[in-house]
């Protein structure tokens, strides 16, 4: 078994990074890697409660979101910058995330076998 | 009110530092915040007297409004756009 | 009334994009303007491709530019970019390919030109 | 000796990207290391397609993947980004069609993956 | 006539940014409109002299941006802070070029009647 | 020499702003500068006293060579990346 990170750091709308990642992340788990997912800067952002993309006309990958949990993957790690930058805290989160200081983030990036970068 | 320049954005501020947007707006411009733009109203805001938000956008986003920034429909939309002189998609 | 051109430069993969331009060019027709084209440039050429596959959950992108071509909107594509972006020229739907200074030159004559990006 | 895998994930407008993984499998193997796939994921894809015209200054973009192809490295693309950026998927030419978790179990028994962007 | 701006800020070899703006930069002159261009931040390096891209096995663009003399497209322009940032003087440069302050990008900016961002 | 990571970087440094890549690479880590990044090797070499540059993408760029910076060829990115633990593309 492997430790397996998937970086994010694009907004919410940018193309299809954030659902590429979530794919990643959720494949990682079901074949029993010990998958993490580190979202730093704006990325943050998909995680922000009660928004709606279907209100754009657009898949509510919001949604999917949560499906994380079903798939027993814990590991979600935001930055505490991203946190402060657009005044978000934990209860705001649409799923349960720990909150890493950069140097806590640079200690995660040192504890993995493969990071991916999306 | 002329506007010269419409300036269109639809990222964080942080994206467009290499461009240095501050310096290259001028009073007589607007901005308008779309599409993941409008998560970062904060640091917008200090950059123009007029600063839109589209409401589309804005709502989807569970973002609420602050005084200062003026939400506007699709139609106020191509009306601002219309109005000025140009418009610079960053 | 004025008369507009707009410019696509995103991915097929960006449908957030599109939606925008779709709903600036319905609000502009509305407010009785005129919209003389939209261009595909840049990334926004695989929008031509006609091998798009979507789920029922997504953003139904066929029915968006059939839409825009009903409103009598002429659609066009950058014939380079789409040869540099292996699209095929000869199969690309309900979009004109064109030349870049074909889309230049009514740029030229409109009143504005709006990038979607 | 390693097991690398690689993925690449600019589309194929981006000739300087795909020679820079070229040059690493090339180099990897000539170093004796194994590569049990590159993978075409995100906007890579496009690689996919068949129907790219360059002139003939521009990089040999088929001769690259080609040569690849012929020292035995499996060449596959992931489905699902393909089908949301339009890319025919019944012809894909030199790639083999697959999925995402096909080359997730792929990479958790490598050594080493190498992004390339 | 239109006063016409294309703005890069993309770097050299990023996707084919550069070179899209330089297709319409000449177009823009072909079709006798007053075309500038604007090189932001790293968009500067396009016009670095004495590389090669052909070293690379690419198309070598740094050629064709000599074009813009014999298309009389005079008016280049480059950004004062990007020069310092890379350590480049007029000399090193394939083209002439009008350097300019933040202020005068922004009367630059301010003069046209299109402006293009590529 | 033990090195963790290799981060490998392609762009211009202020391309990279809004991950604050300062803050995330270790002591024990490597930088490698290949494509468009090796224009700006000035900005880099601070940020690790392990910092390499892929020859040809100098060379091509008519980037001469500081001290500081260790221009390698292919076969050596090879050994580079696999000696370590791990490569992170950003």
Known sequence: ?118 | MNINTVHMLSKPYSYYSTIQLDKLIASNDALLLIGDACYDHASYMGLSDKCYMLESCATARAISVDTGINLISDIEWVALVDNAKKSITW | MSKFVLSLHTSVADQHCLQNLSRFAHAALQSGHQIDCIFLYQDAVSHASEHLQLASDELDVKSVWQTLAELGIPLMLCVTAAEKRAIDINNTGLFKVAGLAEFAMLSAKADKWVQFK
Request: charged share 20%.
């Open chain 1, 1 to 118: 078994m492997k430790n397996v990170l998937i970086i994010s750091h694009k907004s919410p709308f940018d193309g299809l990074y954030i659902r590429d990642a979530l794919d990643t992340t959720l494949i990682y788990a079901a074949i029993d890697q010990n998958v993490s997912w580190l979202l730093l800067d704006s990325a943050l952002l998909a995680i922000k409660s009660t928004q709606s993309a279907a209100h754009l006309g657009l898949k509510d990958f919001f949604k999917t979101i949560k499906t994380l949990e079903i798939y027993d993957v814990e590991q979600v790690y935001v930055c505490e910058l991203a946190m402060q930058k657009y005044q978000l805290d934990q209860q705001q989160l649409s799923i349960p995330v720990t909150v890493l200081s950069k140097s806590q983030q640079q200690a995660l990036l040192q504890q993995q076998d493969m990071v991916v970068n999306l």
